[in-house]
């Protein structure tokens, strides 16, 4: 027996003194609500109600049993909100990369406020994402992929110190920063290329180093860059070229270029925490909210410019290796 049930029925007949209008208040049919009254009657084993009258009337059990009733059905509506209140100041704590944009983060945590949904969002580096939502620490988080297989890709270009002469943006290929052959050269090393945390991911390294054999680059020329303030200050001081995003690159007053190379670009996938609101999806609203903070486009989107429709064959070999 659904104890609560059968007190909602005596209690709404009680009140109501009619069997029709207390099935009306609680949007049941009246045969069901005058099961549950005999049902609740074999329970407490006498009658609730005298139904011998025209009208129905309460009995003397009846009367001496109601408030006891009231009183169970106001503690279980009491539960449920307690209940409620307690899912909703539950935080969820989201695994983003460190070098998210701000303004978009705040975004995404106002959404959440508005749809009840506290968030908390952790900078995190992307073997550590993809933990936390196998143990559950994390409800959702922004996952590393291959660019041409996730659903968000991010545009990664070099940044370097800021540009006197206002040199317009130019997609940068490899074959590029192969050391020129002169005197000046030869004298200076070349500055490294750095990599963020962000970037220090296994496949990605190795799509990297692939590409850079081929551009001819030497051996050592692409190195992790440790702490990212350390790193910024040997790029805005021009002796290190940064991999990043434009929108880190232009937080840090640094100038950007993009690599040509969109298979050296990063891919982001927005997942849930395996059993997450039942199905592991990930609401719509967050999902954008995550992308626009990592500065992400449509994975399948056409690159602006000469050629956007077609794919550079450069990612084709980065991708295959």
Known sequence: MDLLAHLDAYVATAEEQSFSRAADRLGIAQPLLSRRIKTLEEHFEGLLFDRSRRQIATTELGVLLLPYARDVLDRAQRLRQVARSARRSR??????????????????????????????????????????????????????????EAAFRVPLGLASAPSQDGTALHRVHLEEL????????????????????????????????????????????????GPAATALAETLAGSALLLCTEPFARQ????????????????????????????????????????????????????PGPGAGSEDPRARLAARG
Do not use: K
């Open 178 to 225: 192969r050391p020129r052959r002169t005197r000046a050269t030869a004298r200076t090393a070349p500055p490294p290329l750095l990599l963020l945390t962000e970037d220090q991911v296994p496949y990605f390294e190795d799509r990297l180093a692939r590409a850079a054999a081929r551009a001819g680059l030497p051996e050592g020329r692409i190195r992790p860059a």
């Open 91 to 148: 935080v969820c704590a989201v695994g983003v990369p460190a070098d998210c944009a701000p303004a978009a983060l705040a975004r995404g945590l106002r959404a959440g406020t508005e749809r009840g949904v506290a968030l908390g969002m952790r900078e995190l580096p992307p073997p550590d994402r993809v933990s936390g939502l196998a143990d559950g620490s994390l409800g959702y988080a922004l996952v590393r992929g291959a660019p041409e």
């Open 252 to 303: 840090h007053g640094a100038h950007w270029a993009p690599l040509a190379d969109r298979a050296l670009h990063r891919g982001y996938d927005v997942r849930a925490a395996p059993g997450r609101n039942g199905a592991g999806e990930v609401p719509g609203w967050l999902a954008a909210s995550l992308a626009a903070a990592v500065g992400a486009v449509p994975a399948r989107r056409a690159e």
